[in-house]
């Protein structure tokens, strides 16, 4: 089984901390993502990684930035954190191409407070 | 572009009673269908997905779902739904990684 992993479960942090999220995947998935969850929202792409050293802006990228040293490793910095980035992260890779499942695994989350 | 509407944020159900949650997506070219489940406090996880093929996909936990193109339409049913499939469902749609969009969720209560 695909296992997509982030060190933290539950952080808090002060306004203008800068903050970092990781995430290790253990499939050797060459597309990596992060994701923002709020109520009535549903899941936004913030940034993804189609290979090392490689990535992209989503829909919110915003006062994020990322860094994929790693092909397993994709983390998500938050360089000053503000209380409207209050919410939880979610971490996922993707096993995509001609017959593969073009599926996205996704890590149980990150749920960061900003006070 | 494309979209996905799940028209309803909240769905409650008695246990073993059917249940079905909604999804509308649009877009100008085929897709990909997939439906998650987020259990409390939890990541998401594929329940079932539609590729190609047979219209009617059946997932996990005797989930099903039925992929209507000319309705645009991906409805996940259940005929009969237990207390532990009180969670959040979300509908996604992918023309590929770089285009997955996802739903705003519903949430399924299962009242006993």
């Known amino acids: 089984d695909v296992k997509v992993t982030q060190s933290s479960r539950y952080l808090v942090k002060r306004t203008g901390e800068k903050v970092f999220l990781e995430c290790v995947q253990d499939m050797d998935h060459e597309n990596m993502f992060w994701y923002r969850q709020d109520p009535g929202l549903g899941l936004r792409l913030i940034y993804f990684?189609?290979?090392?050293?490689?990535?992209e802006k989503g829909d919110i990228p915003e006062g994020y930035s990322v860094s994929r040293e790693k092909k397993e490793r994709f983390s998500l910095i938050l360089e000053s954190a503000s209380t409207n980035q209050t919410s939880m992260y979610l971490c996922?890779?993707?096993?995509?191409?001609?017959?593969?499942?073009?599926?996205?695994?996704f890590g149980e989350g990150s749920w960061l407070t900003v006070v | 572009a494309q979209s996905v509407t799940q028209l309803d944020s909240q769905v409650p159900v008695f246990e073993e009673a059917p249940v079905e949650l909604r999804c509308n997506y649009s877009?100008?070219?085929?897709?990909?269908l997939f439906w998650y489940v987020q259990y409390p406090n939890q990541g998401l996880q594929l329940l079932l997905k539609?590729?190609?093929?047979?219209?009617l996909v059946k997932g996990i936990n005797g989930f099903e779902a039925e992929f209507n193109k000319s309705q645009t339409s991906f409805h996940l049913r259940k005929p009969s739904v237990h207390i532990s499939d009180t969670a959040e469902y979300f509908c996604?749609?992918?023309?590929?990684?770089?285009?997955?969009?996802f739903g705003t969720g519903t949430k399924l209560q299962v009242i006993p």
């Open positions: 996604a749609v992918s023309r590929g990684y770089q285009k997955v969009t």
């Open positions: 990684s189609y290979d090392v050293k490689m990535k």
């Open positions: 877009s100008s070219v085929s897709v990909y």
């Open positions: 996922a890779s993707f096993e995509g191409g001609e017959g593969s499942g073009n599926t996205i695994y």
């Open positions: 539609y590729l190609s093929g047979s219209t």
